[in-house]
């Protein structure tokens, strides 16, 4: 049974509207969120990451929200821009080691 | 070069081949992973190093064995694999091991097809 899920296999938004991704997690003792970015033909790239002890984190475009009591995580991107089209993981870290979902496509139309 | 690197970007080998995958860390890191990516599913930890030696081995079938010769290197060698085995292999290296928040630097993949 999956243990990091991304139940949107897909997205599309608005050029300059906000993208939201979306990840639920079963298990509670996770301590360590983050997001990861994949262009085709590249390998995943670290976007951001939350701690477990707080609910928010911001980055520029990118925020990301923890709802610990949920069990879901999620990531805002505004304005979203062109280059922002990629598939998008979230992880769950118990002790340094990543649990990853399925991964999230979204396109940004221009 | 800078990051992470790997070797071949594409491989296509038969059953009855022997194949070795690189990997090849430039970030001073301690510790070294093998990823394997199958279509629709998520990326599966295969196996973990930390200062070249194997911390973690996640039931992988032994036709996949791994080698860490150094902290800046890292191979996968494969051996009469089956086609259900092709998928996208990604090597990724972190500072050390189960330290949280410490982040992880993925290499670009292998995309393996077994005939």
């Known amino acids: 049974d999956q243990q990091v899920k991304q139940n949107s296999p897909s997205l599309s938004v608005q050029e300059g509207r906000i993208s939201i991704l979306n990840c639920d997690y079963t298990n509670s003792m996770f301590d360590y969120f983050l997001w990861y970015k994949k262009y085709p033909a590249e390998g995943p790239t670290f976007l951001i990451s939350i701690s477990s002890i707080k609910d928010k984190n911001e980055d520029g475009r990118f925020t990301v929200f923890l709802n610990k009591s949920a069990k879901h995580l999620s990531l805002h991107i505004v304005p979203s821009q062109p280059g922002d089209s990629a598939v998008y993981f979230c992880a769950a870290s118990p002790l340094g080691r990543y649990i990853f979902g399925t991964g999230t496509r979204l396109k940004v139309l221009a | 070069e800078t990051g992470v690197t790997q070797t071949p970007r594409h491989l296509v080998m038969g059953m009855t081949n022997k194949k070795s995958l690189k990997c090849e860390q430039h970030?001073?890191?301690?510790?070294m992973y093998w990823y394997k990516q199958s279509a629709k599913k998520p990326l599966e930890l295969m196996f973990v190093?930390?200062?070249?030696?194997?911390?973690e081995n996640n039931s992988v079938p032994s036709r996949f064995s791994p080698e860490c010769p150094n902290s800046s290197h890292l191979f996968l060698h494969l051996h009469t694999l089956q086609p259900e085995d092709s998928a996208l292999y990604l090597c990724?290296?972190?500072?050390?091991?189960?330290?949280?928040?410490?982040?992880?630097?993925f290499g670009p993949g292998t995309r393996l097809t077994v005939l």
């Open positions: 970030l001073g890191h301690n510790a």
């Open positions: 190093y930390s200062l070249e030696e194997r911390v």
């Open positions: 990724a290296s972190s500072q050390a091991t189960g330290t949280p928040g410490d982040t992880q630097y």
